[in-house]
């Protein structure tokens, strides 16, 4: 496996737009169609073998599997008969298939479409406010349709439809939002929040009442911003793992991150206030990237491959943290983000600005002070 899908440089020519390296690549669709061929004769023989016609026959069969002991005691430590014990399913079917479809209960986001007519027919400013479970997955992202199909990518000012949210997010909130949406979230989402982020703005702050200290305590996934070109950002709480993993022009405010964070970012500008996990701005060859760090510890965690990173010199980037900061504030109200700002200047010291190499001759504005180079590169 090699890492460089994101320089268009793949090497069997699978992801890659450059014609002379797709030729390196011999599949054909006859292919595909063979090897399912082969899997479901496979799978006919397995059935005919178990004395069944039909996959809908062994469905929830539990009693048909048994734990394979390998001949190791590290490998045969683990008891999985509890996972095999058919559980009472109260008189209903283990399983449903009607029309041979599983229908799933309509989204959320098709009451948000009604309720959201004047805004989607006629233009009007509005608000809306729900209560959401972590089972409602891709909150906002049948109403960004309906937003450009209605008005385009960019026919919204930002904000023009607010949705507010109470509860936990399921996975993909607010994926692939478009500009004139804007989500708010008291309480916490799962993985993938804006994932494909295309112009919205996604707000997730605690509750009110909530005695947790926002930079110590997890309030986002994994994978966070993946693939995101356009929009806003901001999280009064650490995320998890791969944070804004192929960024490309979104911004955004955490408190902190898991490993891989910024990994193959392209563009965009994060703040991270708070640690980084290991392997930080792996294959980074673009945009740019704030972080707050007390111990230091970031030099142990960030992947040099493809970055640079030193503290802060240039007046004008610190403006453009300041002011990232500064929004985080106003739209999360974190106490962790006050703080920072109230002794900016102090604080200012513990920041590293990390940024890829290949960009640093590209800025309009320099991240180093001339008369400094050679003390850095020391």
């Known amino acids: 496996m090699v890492r460089q899908c994101h320089s268009n440089t793949c090497?069997?020519?699978?992801?890659?737009?450059?014609?002379?390296?797709?030729?390196?690549?011999?599949?054909?669709?006859?292919?595909?169609?063979?090897?399912?061929?082969?899997?479901?004769?496979?799978?006919?023989?397995?059935?005919?073998?178990?004395?069944?016609?039909?996959?809908?026959?062994?469905?929830?069969r539990t009693d048909l599997l048994m734990q394979v002991r390998r001949g190791n005691p590290h490998l045969d430590d683990l008891d999985l008969n509890p996972l095999l014990i058919q559980a009472d399913p109260g008189g209903e079917n283990r399983s449903?298939?009607?029309?041979?479809?599983?229908?799933?209960?309509?989204?959320?986001?098709?009451?948000?479409?009604?309720?959201?007519?004047?805004?989607?027919?006629?233009?009007?400013?509005?608000?809306?406010?729900?209560?959401?479970?972590?089972?409602?997955?891709?909150?906002?992202?049948?109403?960004?349709?309906?937003?450009?199909?209605?008005?385009?990518?960019?026919?919204?000012?930002?904000?023009?439809?607010?949705?507010?949210?109470?509860?936990?997010g399921g996975q993909s909130l607010g994926a692939f939002a478009v500009q004139g949406l804007k989500l708010q979230v008291l309480g916490d989402a799962n993985d993938y929040v804006g994932k494909g982020l295309s112009g919205g703005t996604i707000v997730i702050r605690p509750v009110t009442a909530s005695p947790l200290a926002t930079n110590e305590n997890t309030i986002i996934g994994n994978t966070v911003l993946y693939g995101a070109t356009a929009g806003r950002l901001f999280a009064a709480g650490q995320a998890g793992e791969r944070f804004a993993v192929r960024n490309s022009g979104s911004n955004a405010v955490v408190e902190g991150c898991g490993a891989n964070g910024c990994e193959y970012m392209t563009g965009g500008t994060v703040a991270i206030l708070g640690p980084v996990g290991d392997n930080f701005g792996a294959g980074m060859t673009g945009g740019m990237a704030f972080i707050y760090d007390t111990d230091a510890s970031l030099v142990n965690n960030i992947n040099p491959d493809n970055v640079v990173y030193h503290r802060m010199q240039s007046p004008y980037w610190e403006q453009v943290l300041r002011d990232l900061v500064t929004e985080h504030w106003r739209e999360t109200q974190s106490r962790f983000a006050e703080r920072l700002l109230v002794d900016w200047d102090r604080e200012l010291r513990r920041f590293w600005q990390v940024v890829p190499k290949e960009m640093m001759d590209k800025l309009e504005h320099p991240v180093l002070v001339q008369a400094d180079d050679e003390e850095q590169s020391a």
Do not use: W
């Not at 595909?32 to 062994?58: D, K, P, Q």
């Open 96 to 168: 449903e298939n009607r029309g041979k479809r599983n229908e799933v209960p309509d989204s959320l986001d098709a009451q948000m479409i009604k309720d959201a007519a004047p805004a989607l027919e006629g233009g009007e400013k509005m608000q809306l406010a729900y209560n959401i479970r972590n089972t409602e997955r891709a909150i906002g992202t049948r109403i960004s349709s309906a937003i450009t199909r209605r008005f385009g990518m960019d026919g919204l000012q930002p904000g023009h439809i607010t949705v507010r949210l109470r509860g936990s």
């Open 11 to 60: 090497p069997v020519g699978v992801c890659t737009q450059d014609d002379k390296l797709r030729e390196k690549f011999t599949g054909t669709p006859e292919k595909v169609v063979n090897l399912f061929s082969f899997v479901a004769e496979e799978v006919r023989e397995i059935l005919a073998f178990l004395g069944v016609r039909t996959l809908n026959e062994i469905i929830g």
